[in-house]
């Protein structure tokens, strides 16, 4: 098992935010009422994992 590696606040950042533009332009055309919320909130979560598997590898 690797060691967890402390967050790096900035790369956590930009991927998060990367993450949720993506999920709200998605949403957004998808043209459903909700939608956009429920994928920027998919999306910021997805981000946060991401993050934390980049910095574990």
Same mark, same amino acid.
């Given at each position: 098992?690797? +060691?967890?590696? +402390?967050? $790096? =606040? ?5 991927? *998060?935010?990367?993450? !949720?533009? #993506? @999920?709200?332009? #998605?949403?957004?055309?998808? !043209?459903? +009422?909700?939608?956009? !919320? #429920? #994928?920027?909130?998919?999306? *910021?979560? =997805? @981000?946060?994992?991401?993050? !934390?598997?980049?910095? $574990?590898?």
């Amino acid at each position: 098992m690797m +060691p967890i590696k +402390p967050f $790096n =606040g900035l790369e956590a950042a930009i991927c *998060t935010i990367a993450m !949720a533009v #993506v @999920g709200y332009l #998605v949403g957004s055309l998808l !043209a459903i +009422p909700g939608a956009g !919320a #429920v #994928v920027f909130a998919i999306a *910021t979560m =997805g @981000g946060f994992l991401l993050s !934390a598997i980049h910095r $574990n590898q």
